[in-house]
């Protein structure tokens, strides 16, 4: 583990060990650049061990992919030679002496700094103890912060010493920290109290260590017998218990080896001035296992035992002092148990998967954790009382200036992509380092250990400042928000400005800058945190503001730099430039919300704050008198009033309504050019087409420029692939004002009555399609259409420029020669008024608010849920299912509209584990609200029993759950009894206590009904769960992620009637929820991007060069750990399978899955997909037991995430079922497939083709057992699907009957045989019975199958061409053609199957 006192982000080796540069805090973007690497233990020391396995492909050699993977990026290819070669340099190997040990080989790259030298060492197994030394050349000693290529003479080969350097106080504390970081290194505290970004992650336990060794290991793994198959109890199919325990296994081999009682900073700190003199820096205070109680002196020459005990100060060397330059080796010398078990401990850290030990970029908190015994720690307890946050020792100048650090490192160039990768880390590390900074405030800020600013105020408006952040709560303080909902609009208006700053700085425009946010819920209370501007706390505000409005919109003013700043956000934003009138009725410019606010710092550089309005509002939830909702809205109860006026669309909407929009205007300007070319007759239609035709020439050219410049064309495409899906749905909303209006013109009227009719709601998946055929050369229009859609449209016939004009007329576009849509944020503001020569802009603007708003309920919920019908949307916990509303632009808000939505399916029965799961959110959701007002009231000391009693009166079956009001510890029996009424703080602390189970159900249902207009029938726990088939783990694990509650790891009787399931000593923690900015690697995206392209083309060699390319990128920016990495390594891994590279797909999975534990946690739906991929790898390797028991953890996770009954458990049975029935326990084999038989005929009713792969898996167990009636039958069945699914002459349908036959046979065989013995007794001639113990071979074939994985036979010959690539070119357009079926390569991964 690098040492915390470095606090040095850990960016990890790419291709060759050493990383490009990582830009230290202070700004000084040369210096300190570092790097961690992990020595393996296996002698090749850390290099290419990390991430990449081997970083030999990845760089993108060939002209050909250099093209495609830079398509993307926003330079040509001119930057692109040095581009390439800079990612790229060759390594060397140098040689190291330390004392004590032998030299070693170490392999190191011309840009590492020699500091990253120095963090190697510190992590070796061998020389980890070491923290203050020099590294010397030929006597000479290098500087730390000079790159390798600078120094003379360093070479290939070259030997560099490791010499003992003196300490300073600073260095002394360093190597305190850094042993006491080593002693902890197997220690999971960290992880389960969430500090440090340390987190769980249980991968190891299941597979016994590393994975990448175990093919020669585990020879034994392939001889059957000695698996032990059967799974415990609770993971069987059908049981209902639901334990919690085996979340998190406990590790047998990590029993903590105890090395030393205590270390702790003595009492007699700091030496007094005689002893400085002498050289004392400070003492420590030790006792050793053996009971030995030392008091030590670290000195500018090392560590000595001195003479002081706890009460007597006698400075004096001890005799012997045993005076060594580290502590190990004092330590080792007066304790033999300290060296027995240091030595062992290194061993086992250095063993375990480096990804197990890197720090996670944001910190991930367990819900659950075990008693964990607290033990002395003396960092620990000076890290609790002093601000100290990571750097402070390290940088001059102590406290971060964080707002210098966030904007400084947005001013970085950015022109070719080693110079955006150095920004993109530097942004990404200070955004980090900035939230983790925030959360810590945040927390201080409600444990009440920050002064407030203003002091004299009420507690509600006080404000903080910590560590140069700013923070306020989310109170409505000073009525501000009075008009906009009070508090309520306070707690929102955050999250809402949040949004605003991720807007804004996705766009990125230079000269513009938004302030670093964090929003913190921490028990009860919503925390801001922010950077801030320098200047703004020594003036007033209102003379600050020079841009927007302080008092939304009463006064309002401009400015003409910011005007340009935000014109150029304007078009990426979706956000209309307008006029509003001030306080002297004066027109004002603005290109942003009014409430949006410009001020200019003391730096002279260009801030905007409060982007809460961003967005334009949602009016299905924002009533105004006098305005008429569209009937699709008002058919499902819109407008509805929400808690306050500050409910906004989504980002993703306004995207997806727009690309919409964009096809609705394709689509008129065709027909409308169709009708024109029908209404001349054809004999002067010939010269108006090749007019047409040859201006298309003209202007394609011009429109493909056109279009790589105007991001609402392209941008849409790009942002989510979730949305181009629904472009088939959603094509035909066309605007049926827009249609009205235009119908007069007699060109437009025809057809385009038949896009009004079919308005309104999206009757089917068909729709889009339907009008396409209905009209015969609707494609070649639209191409026609396409080359008019110019940017100014000036070159164009006037005919033509009336079509474009009525397309824009009826879309709602603000140009009328091009395509813009864009939205004026103020509209229905309070309190904005506007000039009266836009009133016509501003009823087509109030109009398009209604269109997206009804686009949102008839188009965008309708979508989300025909995507759960056919399972590309598989959501499997509330976070995935909050996730899938939002990608498609659906706010939370409108669970309970979905919700109905799906009630009123017919195919309801298909959307049940999306109805249960919403059904839950819906439900913790509307606890959470209460859960958040509730704590409010409780006192610290309360907080505890406040915690548990919420969670008995939530969950608990006991009736009359009772607070347990905490004793007074403090207070003797006697006087209690007098003061038994009052209890300590007075007034209201204890109404927390009167809450009653009844009473919190009753308040949960009226928050459904109040917030999300659902009404839920409930009076209790048990009924919910009995009525809508819930959990109680569920439930209790969905709160506890909400709301920050960790609890302990033990089984609860939840469904006791006499006792209630959890007690105060069950709540361990609460911890904060923190919503922070994601900065992106956008080159690595784009070269992702590109290979999944190239890879759903079939070209998988190319697709996996770019992919490999995009991991180093990835790498680069965030270091090691990251979502996007662990897609990446997926991706990675399935590829490498695919191509046969069977021990690099595991080992690339295995990195995916502890990523995955480790960033999103161990039990999220993601871990639980990455488990079964790291099972199918793990069983193609021959490693049966470790596929098995993978399996069975996923299956537990599933469990008790989302219950049994949900589709994807049905691929997860069928993958068990298989590994089963291949090591022959077939009775077992038989329970999980017929379970998945089940599930599968429930969710993709009973004629679907995987209810017919089913059907044969089953019948092939059968036939194993040699009961051929059954599996007779089951194949018949799956015989039937396929016959009237695919036709007779399909293969598949062949491959059926084939079986059928042969299963016949072998009946009629068996059948035969007993009629023998029947007739003849013990004599008869039995002829031997052909019983198919299943090959590995054909269970892995069935396995590739169900997930979706298809193989391109190939000769072992055509696998040498391929390699040699002799005939390319060919062989992979073949690979195109086969490869087509496998879509499901790309993230989500839709097992498919593959028909032909």
């Given at each position: 583990m690098v040492s915390k006192t470095d606090d040095i982000p850990a960016s990890v080796p790419s291709c060759n060990p050493v990383d490009l540069a990582d830009v230290s805090v202070d700004?000084?973007?040369?210096?300190?650049?570092?790097?961690?690497?992990?020595?393996?233990?296996?002698?090749?020391?850390?290099?290419?061990?990390?991430?990449?396995?081997?970083?030999?492909?990845?760089?993108?050699?060939?002209?050909?992919?250099?093209?495609?993977?830079?398509?993307?990026?926003?330079?040509?290819?001119?930057?692109?030679?040095?581009?390439?070669?800079?990612?790229?340099?060759?390594?060397?190997?140098?040689?190291?002496?330390?004392?004590?040990?032998?030299?070693?080989?170490?392999?190191?790259?011309?840009?590492?700094?020699?500091?990253?030298?120095?963090?190697?060492?510190?992590?070796?197994?061998?020389?980890?103890?070491?923290?203050?030394?020099?590294?010397?050349?030929?006597?000479?000693?290098?500087?730390?912060?000079?790159?390798?290529?600078?120094?003379?003479?360093?070479?290939?080969?070259?030997?560099?010493?490791?010499?003992?350097?003196s300490y300073t106080v600073r260095e002394a504390r360093i190597h305190v920290r850094h042993i006491r970081d080593l002693l902890k290194s197997l220690d999971p505290s960290d992880a389960y109290n969430g500090v440090d970004c340390n987190s769980l992650s249980f991968l190891s336990i299941f597979t016994d260590g590393d994975l990448g060794d175990c093919g020669t290991r585990k020879k034994k793994g392939t001889e059957l017998e000695q698996i032990d198959c059967t799974p415990p109890e609770h993971i069987l199919p059908g049981s209902k218990e639901r334990p919690l325990v085996p979340l998190q296994p406990q590790n047998k081999d990590l029993k903590p080896l105890q090395c030393l009682k205590v270390l702790t900073m003595s009492g007699w700190n700091p030496p007094p001035g005689n002893r400085k003199m002498h050289g004392d820096l400070m003492?420590?205070?030790?006792?050793?296992?053996?009971?030995?109680?030392?008091?030590?002196?670290?000195?500018?020459?090392?560590?000595?035992?001195?003479?002081?005990?706890?009460?007597?100060?006698?400075?004096?060397?001890?005799?012997?002092?045993?005076?060594?330059?580290?502590?190990?080796?004092?330590?080792?010398?007066?304790?033999?148990?300290?060296?027995?078990?240091?030595?062992?401990?290194?061993?086992?850290?250095?063993?375990?998967?480096?990804?197990?030990?890197?720090?996670?970029?944001?910190?991930?908190?367990?819900?659950?954790?075990?008693?964990?015994?607290?033990?002395?720690?003396?960092?620990?307890?000076?890290?609790?009382?002093?601000?100290?946050?990571?750097?402070?020792?390290?940088?001059?100048?102590?406290?971060?200036?964080?707002?210098?650090?966030?904007?400084?490192?947005?001013?970085?160039?950015?022109?070719?992509?080693?110079?955006?990768?150095?920004?993109?880390?530097?942004?990404?590390?200070?955004?980090?380092?900035?939230?983790?900074?925030?959360?810590?405030?945040?927390?201080?800020?409600?444990?009440?250990?920050?002064?407030?600013?203003?002091?004299?105020?009420?507690?509600?408006?006080?404000?903080?400042?910590?560590?140069?952040?700013?923070?306020?709560?989310?109170?409505?303080?000073?009525?501000?928000?009075?008009?906009?909902?009070?508090?309520?609009?306070?707690?929102?208006?955050?999250?809402?400005?949040?949004?605003?700053?991720?807007?804004?700085g996705a766009v990125d425009v230079e000269g513009l800058y938004t302030l670093g946010t964090v929003v913190v819920d921490y028990r009860g209370y919503r925390v801001t945190a922010q950077s801030i501007i320098p200047g703004i706390l020594e003036r007033e505000q209102e003379q600050s503001v020079i841009y927007g409005s302080i008092d939304f919109g009463k006064t309002v003013v401009s400015h003409d730099k910011y005007l340009e700043l935000l014109e150029k956000t304007s078009r990426p934003l979706k956000v209309q430039r307008h006029s509003v009138l001030n306080e002297k009725d004066d027109s004002v410019m603005l290109c942003s919300s009014v409430e949006c606010k410009g001020i200019i710092g003391n730096d002279g550089r260009h801030y905007i704050l409060d982007l809460l309005r961003t967005f334009p509002p949602d009016l299905n939830f924002l009533p105004v008198d006098g305005e008429e909702l569209p009937p699709e809205s008002q058919r499902q109860g819109f407008p509805r009033q929400h808690r306050h006026r500050l409910a906004c669309l989504r980002q993703e909407l306004i995207e997806?309504?727009?690309?919409?929009?964009?096809?609705?205007?394709?689509?008129?300007?065709?027909?409308?050019?169709?009708?024109?070319?029908?209404?001349?007759?054809?004999?002067?239609?010939?010269?108006?087409?090749?007019?047409?035709?040859?201006?298309?020439?003209?202007?394609?050219?011009?429109?493909?420029?056109?279009?790589?410049?105007?991001?609402?064309?392209?941008?849409?495409?790009?942002?989510?692939?979730?949305?181009?899906?629904?472009?088939?749905t959603v094509a035909s909303e066309a605007?049926?004002?827009?249609?009205?209006?235009?119908?007069?013109?007699?060109?437009?009227?025809?057809?385009?009555?038949?896009?009004?009719?079919?308005?309104?709601?999206?009757?089917?998946?068909?729709?889009?399609?339907?009008?396409?055929?209905?009209i015969p050369g609707l494609a070649q229009a639209k191409e026609l259409a396409e080359t008019l859609v110019a940017e100014d449209g000036s070159c164009i016939?006037?005919?033509?420029?009336?079509?474009?004009?009525?397309?824009?007329?009826?879309?709602?576009?603000?140009?009328?020669?091009?395509?813009?849509?864009?939205?004026?944020?103020?509209?229905?503001s309070p309190g904005v008024r506007f000039p009266d020569d836009s009133a016509d802009d501003i009823k087509k603007q109030k109009q398009l608010l209604k269109d997206a708003a009804a686009f949102l309920v008839s188009c965008q919920i309708p979508s989300l849920v025909k995507d759960c019908l056919d399972h590309s949307a598989l959501p499997m916990d509330g976070a995935t299912l909050t996730e899938a509303l939002r990608q498609r632009g659906i706010n939370v808000r409108y669970l309970g509209n979905v919700l109905e939505f799906v009630d009123k399916t017919p195919a309801k029965i298909q959307l049940e584990h999306f109805y249960r799961i919403g059904i839950s959110e819906l439900i913790t959701r509307c606890a959470k609200h209460i859960f958040k007002t509730y704590l409010q009231g409780v006192e610290l000391s309360a907080l505890s029993a406040a915690v548990s009693h919420f969670l008995n009166c939530f969950l608990s079956s006991f009736p009359d759950a009772v607070a347990h009001l905490p004793p007074d510890e403090l207070v003797s029996r006697r006087k209690n009894r007098k003061r038994r009424n009052r209890v300590p703080g007075g007034g209201d602390n204890t109404a927390w206590a009167s809450l009653t189970p009844s009473e919190l159900w009753k308040n949960i249902a009226s928050e459904a009904q109040s917030y999300y207009h659902y009404t839920i029938q409930c009076e209790s726990v048990d009924q919910v769960v009995e009525k809508y088939g819930l959990q109680k783990i569920t439930l209790l694990r969905e709160i506890s992620i909400k709301t920050g509650i960790q609890i302990l790891i033990k089984e609860y009787n939840f469904d006791s009637r006499h006792k209630p399931a959890f007690t105060e000593e069950d709540i361990l923690n609460i911890f904060p929820v923190v919503k922070h900015v994601n900065p992106k690697a956008s080159d690595a995206f784009h070269f992702f991007q590109s290979g999944q392209a190239k890879v759903q083309q079939g070209f998988l060699k190319e697709g996996c060069e770019l992919i490999n390319e995009a991991l180093n990128l990835f790498n680069n920016v965030y270091g090691a750990m990251h979502v996007e990495i662990c897609a990446c390594l997926r991706l990675l891994a399935r590829l490498n399978y695919i191509m046969g590279d069977h021990p690099e797909a595991l080992s690339n999975q295995q990195k995916a899955v502890l990523m995955s534990e480790r960033v999103l946690g161990i039990e999220h739906p993601n871990t639980i997909q990455e488990y079964m991929h790291l099972a199918l790898y793990c069983f193609a390797n021959g490693q049966l037991s470790t596929a098995l028991k993978l399996l069975y953890r996923a299956r537990y996770l599933m469990l008790a995430v989302s219950g049994e009954d949900h589709p994807e458990m049905a691929l997860l049975d069928s993958n068990i079922g298989l590994v089963l029935h291949g090591v022959m326990e077939y009775d077992l084999s038989l329970r999980f497939l017929e379970n998945a038989l089940t599930t599968n005929t429930?969710?993709?009713?009973?004629?679907?083709?995987?209810?017919?792969?089913?059907?044969?898996?089953?019948?092939?167990?059968?036939?194993?057992?040699?009961?051929?009636?059954?599996?007779?039958?089951?194949?018949?069945?799956?015989?039937?699907?396929?016959?009237?699914?695919?036709?007779?002459a399909h293969e598949k349908t062949k491959e059926s009957s084939e079986y059928l036959k042969y299963l016949t046979q072998q009946a009629v065989a068996l059948q035969r045989t007993m009629n023998e013995i029947y007739k003849n007794g013990s004599s008869a001639s039995i002829m031997p019975l052909k019983f198919t113990a299943p090959s590995m071979a054909s269970v892995l074939e069935q396995l590739n199958i169900i997930n979706g994985i298809i193989f391109i036979p190939l000769s072992q010959k055509d696998l040498e061409n391929l390699k040699a690539e002799v005939q390319r070119r060919q062989q992979l357009q073949e690979l195109g053609k086969i490869e087509e079926p496998t879509e499901d390569i790309p993230l989500e991964l839709e097992d498919k199957i593959p028909i032909d």
């Open positions: 700004g000084g973007e040369e210096s300190s650049r570092t790097l961690l690497k992990d020595s393996c233990g296996c002698g090749h020391s850390a290099d290419t061990a990390m991430v990449n396995g081997d970083g030999t492909h990845g760089h993108i050699e060939d002209k050909e992919s250099k093209h495609d993977g830079n398509g993307e990026v926003d330079e040509g290819e001119d930057s692109n030679e040095q581009e390439v070669i800079v990612i790229q340099d060759t390594g060397f190997t140098v040689k190291i002496q330390a004392p004590g040990t032998e030299p070693f080989d170490l392999q190191v790259s011309p840009q590492e700094m020699v500091q990253e030298i120095h963090q190697v060492l510190m992590d070796r197994e061998d020389t980890c103890h070491r923290t203050c030394f020099s590294l010397q050349l030929d006597g000479n000693v290098l500087d730390n912060f000079a790159e390798l290529k600078s120094i003379e003479g360093l070479q290939e080969g070259s030997l560099l010493k490791v010499v003992e350097e003492y420590l205070y030790m006792v050793t296992v053996e009971e030995r109680h030392v008091s030590v002196t670290a000195s500018t020459r090392g560590f000595y035992l001195n003479q002081s005990t706890t009460y007597t100060f006698n400075p004096k060397p001890a005799n012997p002092s045993f005076l060594s330059h580290s502590l190990v080796e004092l330590l080792s010398q007066i304790s033999p148990a300290f060296k027995k078990n240091f030595t062992a401990m290194q061993k086992k850290r250095v063993q375990r998967h480096p990804f197990e030990r890197i720090a996670t970029p944001f910190q991930v908190y367990s819900w659950t954790a075990p008693q964990v015994d607290h033990a002395m720690d003396c960092v620990r307890a000076e890290d609790a009382y002093t601000s100290r946050l990571g750097y402070e020792e390290h940088i001059p100048g102590q406290t971060r200036d964080w707002n210098e650090e966030l904007q400084t490192t947005r001013e970085l160039p950015r022109k070719n992509l080693p110079e955006r990768l150095l920004r993109e880390r530097a942004i990404f590390k200070v955004h980090s380092d900035f939230a983790a900074a925030a959360t810590r405030g945040a927390m201080a800020v409600i444990d009440g250990n920050v002064m407030a600013i203003n002091p004299g105020e009420e507690t509600r408006m006080q404000m903080f400042i910590w560590n140069n952040i700013f923070f306020s709560l989310g109170f409505d303080v000073r009525d501000h928000y009075r008009e906009l909902g009070g508090d309520a609009a306070a707690h929102a208006a955050p999250t809402n400005d949040l949004n605003g700053v991720r807007a804004y997806a309504f727009v690309e919409h929009r964009y096809l609705l205007f394709m689509k008129m300007a065709a027909l409308q050019l169709m009708q024109q070319k029908a209404n001349k007759d054809t004999k002067t239609a010939a010269p108006a087409i090749t007019e047409a035709t040859s201006e298309s020439n003209a202007e394609t050219t011009q429109t493909e420029s056109a279009a790589s410049d105007s991001p609402s064309v392209t941008d849409v495409s790009t942002h989510t692939t979730s949305q181009t899906e629904n472009n088939s605007v049926t004002d827009g249609v009205e209006n235009s119908s007069s013109k007699p060109a437009t009227n025809g057809p385009l009555d038949l896009v009004a009719t079919q308005n309104g709601e999206c009757k089917g998946p068909l729709d889009g399609k339907e009008l396409e055929e209905s016939d006037p005919k033509s420029r009336e079509v474009v004009l009525n397309a824009c007329k009826a879309v709602g576009s603000i140009s009328n020669t091009s395509f813009d849509i864009r939205f004026n944020p103020d509209i229905f429930k969710y993709h009713g009973p004629r679907s083709l995987k209810v017919a792969l089913s059907h044969h898996l089953v019948a092939r167990v059968y036939e194993s057992k040699a009961e051929f009636r059954s599996a007779l039958q089951h194949e018949k069945e799956g015989y039937t699907i396929y016959k009237n699914q695919m036709g007779e």
